[in-house]
């Protein structure tokens, strides 16, 4: 704790309390120099000496006025102040005048840090804009689609079969979308639970690309996997099938035989730094550098247009990257153009196959 000239017992009693305050917390005197602060407050304040005035440390009019005007009214005020370097955070500060023993009128200043709480809060706004476009677009085709039928087709059979094919494939659109939300909903309300089950990643990966196969056919894809007979991760057998489904699918539809050459999506299971990896490799016409970081963000695609007419929904990436992360793995993407693309998932072994290879 940081202290201005005293070493009364009250001033080590205020010093005391400050610690006990989970929030940067400063005590200024009414010349508005820093007699107190609690540890929060000098890890926000590199630069926080005591006898240092307010003015120097904290350069925020909005607070310095709230300051003044606590000072001089004696009762308490909250002010926002927002820090733009070297990042952006968000603070509401309180100022409250305090009953000190060693100053008429000291101002105790509690800093309480919003950032993330913005930060969930406009991506939970902008998750919710972006999923009522993806619902509004099949929703408004389907609406029109059936008025169409009531009217000037309802006696022309040819319109109402092709009508009916494309209203079939919209709302099987929504139904994907609507699946996916619920699945990650439901994987970040369980974040913070670590799966414990030993969970063999090959038989899953196997099923997946058994199931996968028709689809990879009608693309011009072939499925080549290589993998030992079982290696087992800690882990939740229907989140990894999830995992699977979404890399191997991507691999299908974005790196498909368009140019009447059956390519192969390779898909490998191995065991690296004590570590099982599951690498999916397409050879696709490849990701600009530009779009690699936000590809795991959900609604998130290089080309609008092809994902919808592929039938994405934009959070498949979002979802592996979040199961990933309950698993406590890693993601790694890399690709150039041109050159396809690779995806690797690296997830914790079972403890006893840990064991087991470390032996080897």
Do not use: C
């Not at 005007?69 to 309180?94: L, S």
């Amino acid at each position: 704790m940081v202290g201005l000239e005293h070493n009364s017992r009250d001033t080590v009693l205020l010093t005391s309390l400050l610690e006990a305050i989970p929030e940067p917390v400063m005590v200024i005197t009414p010349a508005s120099r820093i007699v107190a602060a609690n540890a929060d407050a000098r890890a926000l304040f590199p630069a926080l000496r005591p006898g240092e005035l307010l003015a120097l440390l904290l350069r925020s009019p909005d607070v310095l006025d709230a300051v003044e005007r606590v000072r001089t009214r004696g009762k308490p005020e909250t002010v926002a102040w927002r820090e733009r370097v070297p990042v952006e955070r968000i603070f509401d500060v309180k100022v409250a005048p305090l009953d000190a023993p060693f100053s008429e009128r000291a101002i105790v200043l509690t800093l309480r840090d919003l950032t993330e709480a913005h930060r969930v809060e406009r991506m939970r706004v902008d998750f919710v804009a972006n999923a009522s476009h993806e619902l509004r677009t099949p929703l408004a085709s389907l609406l029109g689609f059936v008025e169409t039928l009531q009217g000037a087709a309802r006696d022309d059979p040819r319109a109402r079969d092709k009508f009916l094919v494309i209203m079939r494939d919209q709302a099987r659109r929504m139904a994907r979308l609507v699946e996916d939300l619920l699945s990650l909903s439901h994987i970040e309300q369980n974040l913070h639970l670590r799966p414990e089950t030993p969970i063999d990643l090959v038989s899953v990966v196997g099923h997946v690309v058994d199931t996968l196969t028709p689809m990879a056919l009608e693309n011009g894809v072939t499925l080549e996997l290589q993998a030992p007979e079982e290696i087992t991760v800690t882990g939740d057998r229907d989140e990894l099938v999830l995992v699977a489904e979404n890399l191997i699918e991507n691999a299908i539809k974005y790196g498909d035989g368009s140019d009447d050459e059956t390519k192969p999506v390779e898909i490998a299971i191995t065991v690296e730094n004590g570590r099982a990896v599951l690498t999916v490799r397409d050879h696709g016409p490849g990701i600009a550098p530009e779009h690699l970081p936000r590809l795991t963000e959900r609604f998130y695609r290089v080309n609008v247009g092809e994902s919808r007419a592929k039938g994405g929904t934009g959070l498949g990436l979002a979802i592996v990257k979040h199961i990933v992360a309950r698993h406590r793995g890693r993601l790694t993407i890399e690709s150039s153009l041109g050159e396809g693309a690779t995806f690797r998932v690296f997830l914790p072994l079972y403890p006893e196959e840990k064991k087991q290879f470390s032996n080897h």
